[in-house]
């Protein structure tokens, strides 16, 4: 059983910043990808950055040169390093972790409100 658990969301002013965290703990063995998603209401959700276990990184476009995602291996921790945040980053967070086997699980989300 794996268990991911999401920390660090909550109320920003626009061009304020948050540091995102995702720790996986469980029956953990070799972690390929973890990344963090995010779905605005009536939205679909949508991928914001990822990084593999050797440091590969994926952002969205929108994100691009403002979010920062950073990963410590030896704690099975992600971090989503957000600054310069706009009203439209304002969304539910979710972390994935996904292993080499295919199989991949899901935390239950923190949310991020960017409103003045």
């Given at each position: ?19 995102l965290s ?29 990084i593999t ?47 080499l086997n ?15």
């Open positions: 059983q794996v268990q991911v658990v999401e920390s660090g969301g909550g109320l920003v002013q626009p061009g304020g910043s948050l540091r995702c720790a996986a703990s469980g029956s953990i063995f070799s972690i390929y990808t973890m990344g963090w998603y995010r779905q605005a209401p009536g939205k679909e959700r949508e991928l914001v950055a990822t276990s050797g440091g590969r990184t994926t952002y969205a476009d929108s994100v691009k040169g403002r979010f920062t995602i950073s990963r410590d291996n030896a704690k099975n921790t992600v971090y989503l390093q957000m600054n310069s945040l706009k009203p439209e980053d304002t969304a539910l967070y979710s972390c994935n972790v996904a292993f295919g199989h991949n699980y899901w935390g239950q989300g923190t949310q991020v409100t960017v409103s003045s």
